[in-house]
């Protein structure tokens, strides 16, 4: 079967023996499993901490997390009730089925829509379809954002969201090197006493002290390259891609992080989180990213 299903996860199986593990919790993708050229057994891609909990008492620390409808702490007025992040990656979703299952790879989607708890701290009408789909060496997953709101005021009734794939990808963070944001303008949240936009000047951008950098209007294509292996991200509708790993200093910090795990992992999270995505009623948005295996050697000297 490609499609496995019980009470709280979905496995989905391709039949070239790449496979993906997605919880209904946070619809959060907890596994990629994916071969290459140089490792013919499919190999985990993605990092989840050894001390995340899985249980659905917090969101899930690693995989891809799913951020709607803000980034960090909130800053859009409708938003003051919310925690960071949002509410998305720690909601309980509903299943909606398969929607593709033939030899060039499974779908499944899942959906997102008010509970009594999300109305307790927003009032938007929204909702979300989240459609994951694995090929045998891809992995792509799709959010659309539908603005359900029937209000016929003047002027209409604007839904104003930011949305994030926080991808946790399993790689060396001390040899990792990002492609494709040399140029571009970025908030570096690490260094607290520069206030403004920075300019990136490196050709592959490491991660080897303490980064939380958010780029903005970005390519929307990058490579992540480490000795032996990369993989590429193409995405759409997706504007911003932030780059993060805490390093020691602050990684030992964070209580569901195992020791040392910042060595193995590098954020690399597209999203549209520079401003806010607006919809109008009955009009639906949607960000996809499409993660791919590099096959070869493609190191950049620098």
Same mark, same amino acid.
């Given at each position: ?18 496979? $993906? &593990? ?13 071969? !290459? ?14 001390? $995340? ?41 509903? *299943? ?7 030899? $060039? ?14 109305? $307790? ?14 090929? &045998? ?74 980064? !939380? ?26 504007? !911003?891609?932030?780059? *993060? ?16 795990? *910042? ?5 690399? &999270? ?9 919809? &109008?009623?009955?009009?639906? *948005? ?17």
């Amino acid at each position: 079967m490609p499609v496995e299903q019980s009470a709280d996860k979905i496995i989905l199986k391709h039949p070239k023996g790449s496979s $993906a &593990e997605l919880l209904l919790y946070g619809a959060t993708v907890i596994s990629w499993k994916a071969a !290459d050229k140089l490792h013919l057994e499919p190999f985990e891609r993605l990092f989840v901490s050894s001390k $995340a909990l899985l249980d659905g008492s917090k969101p899930v620390r690693g995989g891809i997390p799913v951020v709607f409808p803000c980034f960090g702490a909130p800053s859009h007025p409708e938003h003051a009730r919310l925690s960071q992040h949002g509410f998305a990656r720690n909601s309980v979703w509903t *299943w909606d089925g398969i929607v593709m299952d033939n030899e $060039a790879g499974v779908s499944v989607r899942l959906t997102l829509e008010p509970t009594s708890g999300i109305q $307790a701290v927003y009032n938007k009408p929204f909702h979300l379809s989240y459609v994951v789909t694995l090929a &045998e060496h891809q992995l792509s997953t799709d959010l659309h954002v539908k603005n359900t709101s029937t209000s016929t005021d003047f002027p209409p009734d604007v839904l104003e969201f930011q949305a994030l794939f926080h991808n946790y990808i399993r790689a060396p963070s001390s040899s990792v090197l990002i492609h494709s944001l040399e140029n571009l303008k970025y908030i570096d949240k690490i260094d607290s006493s520069f206030q403004g936009l920075k300019t990136e000047t490196r050709a592959g951008v490491d991660v080897k002290t303490a980064t !939380d950098s958010v780029y903005e209007d970005a390519p929307q294509n990058y490579e992540l390259t480490w000795p032996g292996g990369g993989l590429s991200l193409r995405t759409t509708h997706l504007k !911003d891609v932030v780059v *993060w790993n805490p390093q020691a200093e602050a990684g030992s910090k964070i209580g569901d992080m195992e020791e040392g795990g *910042w060595e193995r992992y590098v954020c690399l &999270e597209p999203g549209h989180v520079r401003g806010f995505a607006k919809i &109008e009623p009955g009009r639906t *948005w949607m960000g996809q990213q499409v993660l791919s295996v590099i096959h070869e050697e493609r190191r950049m000297h620098l």
